[in-house]
């Protein structure tokens, strides 16, 4: 159930007009009364004989009979109460009871307190009811609604687990505000699946992500191609920043610009500075990203690094750093999505957009201590769009299965705090993650896959004793993942570029949880790759790189089974082992 209080007004009738009327897409049906102040007010969607002039002119009474030098200037209040598709439609008594509750909660009209303000509600469609009520109580004083929106909403989660509907998250007030209803019927008239403020939001969220000053912020704003507003000081100092889209005008043919304390918290100028203040410049990284000796696989891989570090800090860290290493995290995720391949798009852009909401809190965040994850994200940005194969598409599912630890960690963060918003948001976004995971892990892992199932017989015996040994609590669930062959692969890979395997194997899966891991297999692969300095796509690797398997069967076409299941050859040969 999601209230939301709406811009006072002045007209009384205007309002009565939209809530009686057809809607602006011919939406409304069946507009009539629900509740009123009195239970008797006239109802001109079913009453033949009552007009809206009528139930206006009896809402309005009680601000006619004071003193027009005490009247509100704006003293009409309006609140929607909508339930969401998956609720059961309440009846017109349910719906009635609701409005009576929500007036009291608000402090407009408390029938055990005597004198409140004149109300009605309207039901014009099954979801949801309107209430309009004006702000003089019958005794001529005013109402007091302080920190009304806080009350109707506590109200709206005891209403929820009373009528059995899906029960919402406390919000916190750190969420971004939401589109208004003129902005959403906005964006469907101009066929916009987006409207501009969501737009907006996201394009100057990409534009922060590994900045470092305001000029290289603005210039990504310029070439996303916004329309930009600076607000300067008689000194000279910038002090704030509008943005605006080319063709979201007004009627008077303007564009509508929005700063960015509208479009987020954590987006006006100031809380922006402050994610570059701890930083520290590094020249000559950015001259090897510019001139092309650094590339979108070695910026994933470094980014693989660098999430690998902030899961421990979110995870033990104290509370303010732990809320900085997050709000990166959000950088990196914009900047990943930003530059990411066809096939893993869609789902880290959905991820990213996620993760907005969990990226704030109460809890501010203590700058500088973010500073490996700012970098990643400003090298992700740097190095451009990845290509989706070879070592970039193989470091991109390597830095995904890193994030995804990481969003992990962030929604359990979250949960101890009473974040519950910010861990749903965090838990929705970590799922895109294991999507977009899937898509960009298939081909390098098939090839790793079909590199073990060359291995010989002898080899492939040793590195089982070799698991069972590293990792006693784990192996036959590991030995029974399609996964197996291709971390077979890599051992054999560590093994001949001088590590010690059963260290590697023992030190990775100590570090971090893998409980929430699809694939055991798969996570120590990415592991032990990034650990080992391998390279995160072996399909331009030499046989021989696998420990003298010179010897193995080549060309097979078997590709890995289904989770879970085996071959009845595989699990023969299992068996023997």
């Known amino acids: 159930m999601i209230p939301r209080i709406q811009k006072r007004g002045q007209r009384t009738i205007g309002l009565l007009y939209y809530l009686y009327g057809p809607g602006k897409f011919e939406e409304h049906t069946d507009p009539h009364l629900v509740a009123s102040w009195d239970h008797n007010a006239p109802d001109p969607g079913r009453n033949a004989t009552a007009t809206l002039k009528q139930l206006q002119q009896l809402l309005d009474q009680p601000v006619e009979n004071i003193d027009p030098s005490q009247r509100p200037k704006k003293h009409v209040w309006h609140l929607s109460v909508r339930n969401g598709s998956e609720d059961r439609i309440l009846s017109d008594q349910e719906w009635g009871d609701v409005a009576r509750r929500m007036v009291a909660a608000a402090g407009i009209d408390n029938s055990e307190e005597g004198a409140g303000c004149r109300w009605a509600a309207v039901r014009h469609a099954d979801d949801h009811i309107h209430i309009v009520a004006t702000l003089v109580r019958e005794d001529g004083y005013k109402p007091d609604l302080d920190n009304d929106a806080n009350r109707v909403q506590a109200q709206a989660r005891a209403l929820e687990a009373e009528l059995g509907l899906r029960r919402l998250n406390k919000g916190d007030g750190t969420a971004a505000k939401r589109p208004t209803s003129a902005e959403r019927h906005k964006a469907m008239r101009q066929g916009r699946e987006r409207t501009a403020r969501e737009e907006l939001r996201e394009t100057v969220r990409r534009a922060v992500a590994g900045a470092r000053s305001d000029e290289e912020f603005f210039d990504r704003l310029a070439g996303a191609g916004l329309l930009i507003r600076k ?62 000796s650094g590339s979108p696989a070695s910026a994933r891989r470094g980014t693989a690094s660098a999430v690998w570090q902030a899961v421990l ?8 750093v732990a809320a900085a290493h997050i709000a990166a995290a959000g950088e990196v995720l914009d900047a990943l999505a930003k530059t990411s391949a066809a096939h893993t798009r869609r789902e880290l852009h959905d991820a990213a957009t996620a993760f907005e909401r969990a990226s704030r809190s109460h809890v501010r965040a203590v700058r500088g201590h973010d500073r490996a994850l700012r970098q990643a994200a400003r090298d992700l940005v740097q190095g451009g769009p990845a290509l989706g194969r070879g070592e970039d598409g193989a470091t991109t599912a390597m830095a995904i299965d890193m994030l995804f630890f990481l969003i992990t960690a962030t929604a359990h963060w979250h949960a101890r705090k009473g974040h519950s918003q910010q861990a749903e948001a965090a838990a929705r976004a970590a799922e895109h993650l294991r999507t977009a995971y899937r898509a960009a892990s298939a081909q390098p892992l098939g090839v790793l896959y079909q590199r073990g199932r060359r291995l010989s017989r002898p080899m492939l015996q040793r590195q089982t004793v070799l698991l069972r040994q590293a990792l006693p609590e784990l192996a036959e669930q590991i030995l029974a993942e399609p ?95």
């Not at 910038?238 to 889209?245: D, R, T």
């Not at 570059?276 to 510019?290: L, N, T």
């Not at 800090?313 to 303010?320: C, M, Q, T």
């Not at 093994?495 to 297999?521: F, N, Q, Y």
């Open 231 to 292: 607000r300067v000081a008689p000194s000279g100092d910038l002090l704030g920043y509008k943005v605006a889209l080319p063709d979201d005008l007004n009627k008077d043919g303007e564009p509508v610009f929005y700063p960015g304390a509208r479009l987020a918290p954590d987006l006006s100028l100031p809380r922006i500075r402050e994610r570059w203040a701890g930083d520290a410049p590094d020249a000559r990284r950015d001259e090897a990203i510019r001139t092309g």
């Open 483 to 577: 996964g197996w062959y291709a971390l077979a692969s890599t051992i054999a890979e560590a093994e001949a570029a001088g590590h010690d395997p059963a260290a590697l194997l023992s030190d990775i899966a100590a570090r971090r949880e893998l409980g929430t891991a699809d694939s055991v297999s798969d996570v120590l692969v990415w592991r032990m790759r990034r650990t080992a300095d391998l390279p995160a796509d072996a399909s331009h690797l030499p046989e021989t790189s696998t420990a003298g398997n010179r010897s193995a069967t080549r060309g097979t076409t078997t590709k890995p089974s289904s989770p879970g299941r085996l071959r009845s050859g595989e699990e023969t040969s299992r068996q023997s082992r």
């Open 313 to 320: 800090v979110v995870e033990h860290g104290e509370d303010g």
